[in-house]
């Protein structure tokens, strides 16, 4: 059980890590109709408001993963400024006719399609019609194309093939998954919020909780997790919540239990920032639902981001 507590940091760590480039809104149209059915993860991100943060600034600088780089640098050489022409980015994992996972992501801003239009125009890209639509050309290997006058979809190719099948009625979209649609009824107007299904939350919890998830029993406890859905909110330092959804209330308290345990236990030898961060998390069950939260203020996060615990977890 020692092992329990650091690996709930790193849990909180490894779903930023797929989110931070950062109040988010619920998804139009367009973009849920762009998503595949075999949805995994969908994160939506506020990104202006990420970049009056501090913290969040301070956290994108020491987490930014390698695949979020690489969307940022395409949006760069399609001649948007994240910065300053983003205002949300949605980006949904998802797994489709058997292949392997895969991403896709949506930009929506204020420039707009004639604009963009111009602009790769005069860096010399040049579309390429398809049946499923005009599709531009993007660093490393990427493909683009706009779902409205201010909305780009963008990923690798057979992604974004798959994602306009979906928009297009060639394919299921999100529109029918009713699982995934209500996960993401109690988190939509997030500043980050984040959905993830069953399978991805198994693989989660089991994640954080280390060794402890090989005990007797504990593949039937992972079998009842339904979902999970997760916040995160900048304006007030850092305040993070995450809900583990669950078949019966029995599920959720014997998580709880476990995680409640591990944080005991590693409590009494914690110092510095591993006593700060364990004192600011919080462990419960509501219902059928384990529920984490982590709030920390603006110094004593930025604190945290400094430390050799969250170095060694980030890893």
Known sequence: MDSVRP???????????????????????NTRSAIPFEVQQIIVVDYRAFNDSPSARALKERMISPRLRQFEAALRQAGIVPE??????????????????????????SFTREAMVRRLRRKGIRPRKDRLGVLYPMEGGMTMTFLDDSSLLFGEPAAVKLALEARQGEIQSLNANAQISGLMSGVEEGAIWSVLDGDGTRNMVRSALGQSSQLADSETLMKRLVGS???????????????????????AATLSSLFQAGMMVKKMNATGAEKMAIENLSVESDGDKLKLHFQSDEERFQA????DLFAAVSK
């Open 7 to 29: 690996r709930l940091l790193s849990l909180l760590v490894c779903l930023l890590c797929a989110s931070i480039p950062a109040a988010a809104a619920a998804l139009g149209t």
């Open 304 to 307: 945290l981001l400094k430390s």
């Open 229 to 251: 859905r997760y916040t995160v909110d900048f304006s007030r330092g850092f305040d993070f919540n995450l809900d583990v959804l669950t078949s019966d209330s029995f599920t």
């Open 84 to 109: 300053r022409e983003v205002e949300q980015l949605t980006f949904a994992s998802f797994c489709s006719k058997g292949q392997s996972l895969q991403m896709v992501g949506i930009a929506q801003g």
